[in-house]
Each structure stands twice: as C-alpha cells, then as structure tokens.
C-alpha cells in the first residue's frame, strides 16, 4: 500500500503513528524507525501529544492516545475484534481448545477476544484479562519482530530466552510449557496490521496432558492458518 500522500507533514505523522503501533517508543526509537531529523520527529510528536492522538506513558515513551480510541468507536467497530469472533471459534472448534486473541498494552498483554471450551478442563482467560508479557507463547510472539533495544528490555526477567524468540522468528509462531501457569500449554501466531507490524498474537491453550509437551506439533499449522485470516482482514480494511 502506497503510504505517501503528498502532503508531508501528514505523512510524516503518520510514520510516527505506524511506529507506535508496535508499543511505547522511545524519542531514539521513533528516530530510528522513521528515518526524519530528530528535531522534525519531536516536533510532530508533541503536537500529536497536544491532540491525545498520542500519550507518554510512565517512563516518558510514547504510545498511541486516548483520542484513537474515541475516533475507532465513533466508526463503529473495532476491526480485529469484530473479524476475530469467528475466526477464534473455527479455531477452538479445530483444536477442541480455549482460543485468544491478546494485544500488547505496556508492560501487559490483554486479552481482546476469546472463545472457550465448552466443557471439561480447559484454560480460562476472559476478555480483558492483562497478562504478563514475560511469559507465555502469546508474550513470546508480540516480543519476537520488536527492535533489537525493545526486545533486550523485554527480555529481562523473562522465562524464555533469546533463543526461543529466534526459534519463533524462524517457524513463524511460538509454543510455551508452564511458563505462564503450571500446567497449562500454549501455541500462538503473529496478527499482522496492513504496515505489516505485529500488532496481536492468536493463541489456543489448555492442560499439557492433552496439548502434550509438543504442542507447536499439534497445532501451530491451524493456529497459523487463523493468524492469517485475521492479518488478511485487517489488510482489506485497510485498502
């Protein structure tokens, strides 16, 4: 999709916009990823601070504001969820397993949508449910495709490694035992936004016993496929 209107300064804020949507963001960072003069990426940072279409968060980096979520209501629908619902129970009905739908906020993860298992043991997670993202496929999969200073920062305390972030760079989705909760498996995929960012993960998850220790083996084909058809979603929204 061609991102150059012909009106600079609009195209410029939204690089800056695109930027953020990965997750806070450095001044550095913002930079780094636009490719404009610092003094031209501060500026346009601020005035959209000025206008909440962006926000400093406790640490002084930006992310996207409050303002981008009134003007997503007032357009009646937020795109993902609204394709999410029944991609999730295609995928829950594939894997007989509870299936999500989390995005990145911060330092969390949030559950956006899900649908569960309907009977017997399974893994609850309900919609709006803040996870760590220091554990988890799901975590492991939104921390995969950052840049190389915000995936150092996430990694710290984090119960998986830089290997298994390489290892989920490579086959395209990631798998966890235990490490969000004891017991429980996991198997997630990247969404990807039309700029091609990672902006959610899909994930199923249930007991080991039936996920076995190999969970990826079962169903990262499936988990992948649903990925996709949300990335594909989003791409015709924003055509």
Known sequence: MDNVSGVGVIDKAVMVLDTLEAGPTTLAQLVAATGLARPTVHRLALALVHHRLVARDVQGRFILGSRLVELASAAGEDRL?????????????????SAQV????GDFRVCVASAERPVGLRDTIPVGTQLSMKAGSAAQVLLAWEDHERLLEGLRAARFTPTVLAGVRRRGWGQSLGEREPGVASVSAPVRGPSGRVIAAVSISGPIERLTRQPGRLHADVVCQAAQQLTDALRKAGD
Do not use: K
Not at 102 to 105: A, M, Y
């Open 81 to 97: 969820i609204a394709a999410a619902g029944p991609v999730l129970l295609q995928l829950r009905d594939a894997t007989g397993e």
């Open 102 to 105: 989390f995005r990145r906020q």
